[in-house]
């Protein structure tokens, strides 16, 4: 019997080191889908560096409380998935709130982003985020322009003064 406990308990501590080291973690309802649906899905989070695990929903809130996210529980019912990002806090909420798009069975319950307990509105927001290579491709053009705009500019200067010389 106190074998059984053991690993319990070590479920329970994993799940809630998952939860401490991860990003962004979401927790949605997979029932409704079938097997060659669910194996996309996981292969999607893979691609991504995600990990995505069904856990007893007992565990799963003992592991919650264990991490002071206890307003979880109210959404650990049912059939309950969970995905955890180390690195990329917008990945698994674009990578589900897509999939969930086009495969009405899958439903975001809840989620953690950065420690903090996330609304369904918040998961939704940041799902329509760029990733991460989207943002720095973002911050670099707006760091260019103003060389771009120079260049430009000097260029202009450059053909006017050759008009006038010719």
Do not use: C, W
């Amino acid at each position: 019997m106190s074998k059984i406990i053991e690993n319990k308990k070590q479920v329970v501590s994993e799940i809630a080191d998952k939860f401490r080291e991860s990003k962004s973690t979401i927790l949605v309802d997979y029932r409704g889908l079938d097997v060659a649906e669910v194996t996309e899905l996981r292969n999607q989070l893979r691609e991504a560096g995600i990990e995505f695990k069904v856990y007893k929903n007992t565990m799963s809130r003992r592991a919650t409380e264990e991490v002071e996210l206890s307003a979880l529980n109210e959404v650990l019912v049912g059939p309950t998935a969970i995905a955890f990002s180390k690195e990329d806090v917008v990945a698994p909420a674009k990578i589900l709130n897509n999939f969930a798009k086009s495969h009405e069975a899958l439903e975001i319950k809840g989620g953690v982003i950065e420690g903090n307990i996330a609304t369904l509105e918040q998961i939704k927001e940041l799902a329509d985020l760029p990733n991460y290579e989207g943002l720095l491709s973002m911050l670099l053009s707006v760091l260019q322009a103003p060389v771009r705009n120079f260049a430009y500019a000097a260029k202009a200067i450059a053909e006017q003064k050759e008009e006038q010389g010719a």
